[in-house]
């Protein structure tokens, strides 16, 4: 086991031994670079799926966990970026530990699936059990490509709050840092039920622009060389992420959201992500900017 001292705030990283786990590591190297702090990598032998009692099988255990995190430093130095790499392997509960070391960290990457559902094709339940509990925003990575494809988007959904404001800022921020045009949107359901009256839905959607434009008019002021277009749906993101599923590069949504977790992190939502095939990232409602 390794016990380091930890720099205060980190890009932390779940490690599995997947290569999901491995696409989350990678894609974290630009965000710990670009806030100048270290790039933590964990790995968490859990203590329910193991036998400890056991000397051969614990050595096992260690010896994976030592060769996951040994995969993860070498991808991470293969970028021959500036990064700080610090390494722990501890006994706990993945989910557990991983939620602890979000309370000093910048931010939370995970990989998409963990080792034990790549097969089942699904959103790794220890990712789903952290982004409901962590105390910094979470990145669920999918399929990291360090080559940007041209046209790919990062798109924020918000909401009319203060909340908005906090996503929009990390959002800004993702597409800076990625080099990408920032699309933001709101969806709007209607409550109308006559199909053939459309002067409803164009109401609606000329008011829920009008707001947006607002809403944006500041950070576009602050962030004049950012490409920033309002993005209206009368529907639904998922519809959205579907549709566009080739341009969306990463999808930053707030966690109080009510389908934030359970549409777009949990089954329901999967098939279109994996459509999509975008990162999410999913801002707590008190991570600090």
Known sequence: MRDLTLSPASVVVGLDGSRSA?????????????????????????????????????????AAAETAVRDAVAAVESTEKPVKIEMEILRARPARALIDASASAAMLCLGDTGSRHRAQGRIGSTAAEVTASAHCPVAIVRDHDARPRRGDWVVAEIEGSPVGNRILQHASEEAR??????????SW????????????????????????????????????????????????????????????????????????????????????LHEAGCSVLICQPHAVL
């Open 177 to 186: 840092l990625r080099e990408a045009p920032l699309r933001v949107l709101t």
């Open 22 to 62: 491995l696409d989350a590591a990678l894609w974290a190297v630009d965000e710990a670079v670009s806030r100048d702090i270290p790039l933590r990598l964990v790995y968490a032998i859990d203590p329910d799926q193991s036998s400890a009692s056991e000397p051969n099988d614990a050595a096992g255990d260690l």
């Open 189 to 272: 359901q209607t409550r109308f039920t006559d199909v053939y009256n459309n002067r409803p839905v164009a109401e609606g959607n000329r008011s829920a622009k009008a707001q947006l434009d607002r809403q944006l008019a500041k950070w576009k002021k602050r962030y004049p060389d950012l490409d920033v277009e309002p993005i209206v749906v009368h529907g639904n993101t998922l519809n959205y992420l579907t549709e566009h599923a080739d341009s969306v590069r990463l999808l930053v949504v707030g966690r109080e959201r009510a389908r934030g977790i359970r549409d777009l992190v949990g089954p329901p939502g999967y098939a279109s």
